[in-house]
């Protein structure tokens, strides 16, 4: 499948607990991108992916999306986005499967068992989320992304907890997402290889 | 994410989980036995008393079956997925209490038969009972729910729910108790019915609304 979209966010200004985290902040997104945002612990990274989801609303700012400005009908974005916070969205008392067709209704058997045969859970596919290791939780949570066919990827620390393989596939994926003509907007700690299109830093 | 598989998510969770349920269902029927042993057995004091004494157990129950209902979610970031996923967060609200409502009543009205027994609930009146339950219990969870969602994210929330929604339970719990009262005497109840009916389809409209904007607030 190949995407076609765009991300236009201008003067945003994130305030929390009276604090201002970022001001006239502007940056855009086009096919093909990644967009990773830097910045110390407590900078604003997550606040800022939060407002692009439609999780957090900030003060002044307009989000456009393809050209339509989304910044008080967030709906059309959020129909072509997926988002991954620090929590992992999965319900403890559900299986895998479960879980990942609860988000991924249209998912076919196949589609499930490769995506599974890939983040290494084959065997878990009855298991109840509650007996993963976090780590593996935040493969069933990134398994969304492939199975969910949106060109838009907020990603808040995903490798978060994740082995060096889990690392690998997940950047693979990126790749492939972007080669596809996909966009992700991402914050992580960690030092990424060659995925990273562009850097926005926050102070 | 549909409106489908959603309701579909909340209710096996619902049922993987339906210890919490049946506890709420245990603390009703043992405060209800509680009373003929603790005070009076007599049908001379039970029957006038009976409609009271079961919507305050049934109050008690529900409060305790909807001081938690969206911890989990917050807990483990499906609240926060709801939120972004692009469909009308009231609407989810609106199913996920709806769910709970069913979870709850139902089992409440099965079991209904044997407390207004033990209580010797005049038989005219159970089906007055019964009416009063139906109409007044979805208010008391959509307006528990806009409480449990506004403390959903504070560590003491279960002890402030109650103070918060408390007050607005009383009047539901003064028409219930006056309808099978005045059935009990032979004057009109339908009225308070209707009134029961009335809060509830008011909260109906309110309550999804304002459960969203609190748990908007909540994930931020
Ligand atoms: N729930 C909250 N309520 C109030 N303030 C908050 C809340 N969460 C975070 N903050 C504040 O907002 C600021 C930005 O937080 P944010 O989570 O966006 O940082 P971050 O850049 O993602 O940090 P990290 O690298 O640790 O994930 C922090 O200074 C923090 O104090
Ligand atoms: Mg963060």
Redesign the pocket.
């Given at each position: 499948m190949l995407f076609s979209a765009s991300l236009d966010v201008s003067n945003v200004w994130i305030e929390?607990?009276d604090?201002d985290?970022c001001r006239d902040l502007s940056f855009t997104l086009r096919a093909g991108e990644v967009l990773r945002v830097l910045?110390d612990?407590?900078?604003?990274?997550?606040?800022l992916l939060k407002v692009v989801a439609g999780a957090m609303t900030p003060l002044e700012g307009r989000i456009m999306f393809n050209g339509q400005d989304v910044t008080s009908h967030r709906a059309l974005l959020q129909q072509s986005m997926v988002y991954i916070g620090h929590g992992a969205g999965l319900k403890s008392m559900l299986t895998i499967e479960e879980n990942l067709l609860s988000y991924c209704p249209a998912t076919s058997p196949e589609q499930m068992q490769s995506v599974l045969d890939i983040l290494d859970l084959a065997n878990h596919q009855e298991t109840y989320v509650k007996a993963l290791s976090a780590g593996q939780s935040r493969r069933v949570a990134l398994a969304r992304l492939w199975l969910s066919q949106c060109p838009l990827w907020l990603l808040d620390?995903p490798f978060a907890s994740l082995d060096v393989s889990g690392v690998a596939v997940v950047e693979s994926k990126i790749q492939q997402h972007i080669n596809e003509g996909g966009m992700v907007l991402l914050?992580t700690h960690q030092a990424l290889s060659s995925v990273v299109t562009r850097d926005l830093v926050l102070s | 994410m549909t409106y489908l598989t959603f309701g579909r998510t909340q209710c096996r969770v619902l049922w993987r989980r339906k210890q919490d349920t049946v506890n709420a269902l245990l603390f009703f029927v043992m405060v209800v036995a509680l009373f003929p042993l603790g005070i009076n057995p007599s049908a001379a004091f039970l029957a006038p008393a009976a409609g009271g004494i079961i919507w305050c157990a049934a109050v008690l129950a529900i409060l305790m079956a909807i001081d938690g209902i969206f911890k989990e979610d917050f807990r483990d970031g499906t609240l926060e997925q709801w939120v972004v996923c692009g469909l009308s967060l009231p609407v989810l609200m609106l199913i996920k209490v709806a769910i709970h409502w069913f979870a709850v009543v139902f089992p409440l009205l099965l079991v209904m038969p044997l407390v207004s027994e033990m209580l010797m609930l005049p038989s005219g009146s159970f089906w007055v009972l019964v009416a009063t339950v139906l109409a007044g219990t979805p208010c008391l969870f959509l307006l528990g729910a806009i409480g449990a969602a506004l403390t959903v994210s504070l560590k003491q929330g279960a002890t402030l729910v109650i103070l918060v929604i408390l007050p607005f339970y009383l009047p539901v719990i003064i028409f219930a108790t006056s309808a099978i009262e005045a059935s009990q005497v032979g004057l009109p109840y339908i009225g308070f019915v209707a009134m029961l009916l009335a809060v509830s389809l008011l909260s109906l409209v309110v309550s999804p609304f304002m459960t969203a904007v609190a748990v908007k607030a909540s994930v931020?």
């Open positions: 929390r607990s604090r985290l910045g612990n407590g900078a604003g990274k997550s606040s620390e914050t | 931020n």
